[in-house]
């Protein structure tokens, strides 16, 4: 028997065997596919060895395209489950629909009008170049996009499929170079399949779910070694190459090509397994460094991984802390575990591949090992509960703040065996203390945010009170008058009135507590118009001399009108009280803002007033002040984007100074091209309060 049919023979029985080894190992849907997949493979080879050289053609190429149909959709399904959908993994789907239909096609017209010559542009070397090429990038595309912790399970197969994928590109440059393929590649050809089936059972039966002075630099020196080791083994099997050679010409081309082929899924394997990595930089830092780490890279890897710049940014603060200590032994997993406020156990906060866990007692064995956060304690493969739940656990580092331990992270065994000595336990506590650091600065921040929510929150509460204090007064004039003038339908009316003002300003001032100033909606308002409605409501109510100027400008401002309202009512009425003299309102409108002066002549404040007391909440001299209305009043202008100044001295009277934004200018949120929307008149919602009043006196 030829050759080359005892290899394709060889290569049908390792991947009839194979199916059985994977079904008993893993039974899922992934699984199963990857069954199908050697089904079809060992159809393929036997077709190699069955079918006579003239005969058959069209099948055996059918099963040649099925074959590589059949990989490429298996690594698309992995692409599927670990990569987050989108338009990549739609191109690479539609690709491979595309390929199936060419594929078809091309056995379809092989079999009525016979085997082309081989050529880049037959429909066939297409197809087979095109499934290749897109292999190659769906593979590429799997293992980048996922992170570190991840590739782990994906790093065998896309290795091994990408290995055979790029021996169909050189089969298919041969072809098109020689018109034929030569005896020796195609035989490597089979041997290349039959390498490639052993670690696919490995693959498979490690993860049963397919989850997912002159001074030299380390990494410099793994890497140098990397490709040393690498260049050796490429040396050697060109040697036994060479030795084959000697023994028998047919023999030499097809043992090099199958073991240059092995040398580099070796090296691919090697390049990306942690726990290869980890055994060669453990070896090359024992022979090569007295010291076991290089602190530089060391501390800049561990601020990379805490801060999240690196590919740790999408990673939770947990993680990120685990990973921290974790990488310092090469630990693949750990559990985080902090104290709650003023909680005595620690609670589980997350994990890096381990499960979850309850709490751990503050008289657990692995604490009392920790010695308050001193000691590094080195624990038994069996813990005791609750910690039995995470599995085999190798360390317990504590997380220090100041003098207090605030956690503690567990980290596992390592990829490979690793020597402890005073060097790495004091590295582990310098990373343990800014890990701590950063998990107190997160607690912090939290506690800053709820603080100032509570503050926000307490602030609007604060201007609800002091005018639902005003609404109070109201009403209980109201009822005061309502004994003497229930009678008068005049009263009546008003009394109606006023009662429906004090329920709608009721409901306002409670959806404020509701709707932070931040979610309000721009507002444009004309202040001419709003102040001689108040002003009429004033001198009707309260008998107060009170004079309007203005330029006669129609300008808008960027305020709601509740929000101008309260805030000119505050100042108005302060004004009123600190003067018997008239009042005077000036408005006189700018380029970019309207200016509101309201000036009174009583007696003036200090400077020292001004900046120590007038603003302050519940600051007050009034005997039944509440002290925050200057102080709401220059809030509600803030949100506005205005604000409020105090010019006065004592003796001089005082001028309130009211500064708006316009919002008629192109470019301002609140400006439509239109006009002001200046809200409910205020008028009619002053009229009840109004009648109320003189019908008090």
Known sequence: MPTQQVLYGACAAAYLVLPACIAVRSRHRTGLLLIACCLVTAAWAASRV???????????????????????????????????????????????????????????MESRYGAARPSILSLGMVVRLGVAVCELLLIENVYLNLPDHYRWHVALPCVLLGGLACFDMVLCAELVLFQQASASLTGAHAIAVIIVAPPLVAAAARDRRWRPGLQLSHTAVFHSATLILSGAVLLALAAAGEAFRQFGAGWAWMAEASMVFAALIGIGLLLTSGSARSRLRRTVVEHFFARRYDYRQQWLDCIDTLSATKSQGRAALHTRVIRALADVVDSPQGALFLRDGGAEAFQWSGSWNMPASPPVPPDHPVVAAMRGGQWIAVLDDASAPPLDQLGRLWLAIPLVDGDQQIGLVLAGPPRAPFELDQEVFDLLRIVGREAAGFVAEQRATRVLLQTRQLHDYGKRFAFVAHDIKNVSSQLSLLLSNAERHIANPEFQRDMLETVGASVQKIGALLRRLDAPAADRVCAALAPVPRLEALLATYRRVRRTALTLEHDGSTATVAIGPDAFDTAVTHLLNNAIEASKLPVLIRVRHEAQHVVIDIIDKGCGMTSEFIRDQLFQPF????????????????????????????????????????????????????????????????????????????AGR
């Open 619 to 694: 600051g007050t001299s009034k005997r039944q002040g509440s002290g925050i209305g200057a102080f709401q009043a220059r809030e509600l202008l803030r949100e506005g984007g205005g604000d409020v100044q105090a010019i006065s001295a004592p003796g001089a009277g005082t001028t309130m100074r009211l500064v708006l934004p316009r919002a008629d200018t192109p470019g301002h949120p609140a400006w439509d091209g239109q006009g002001a929307t200046d809200g409910p008149p205020v008028e009619r919602a002053a009229r009840g309060l109004a009648l109320t009043e003189e």
């Open 50 to 108: 069955l079918a006579p050289p003239a005969a058959w053609h069209a099948l055996r190429d059918a099963l040649e395209y099925l074959r590589a149909l059949s990989w490429f959709g298996f690594v698309l399904h992995l692409y599927g489950r670990f990569v987050p959908s989108g338009r990549a993994g739609r191109a690479f789907a539609a690709a491979g629909a595309i390929a199936v239909l060419a594929a078809a096609v091309a056995v379809a």
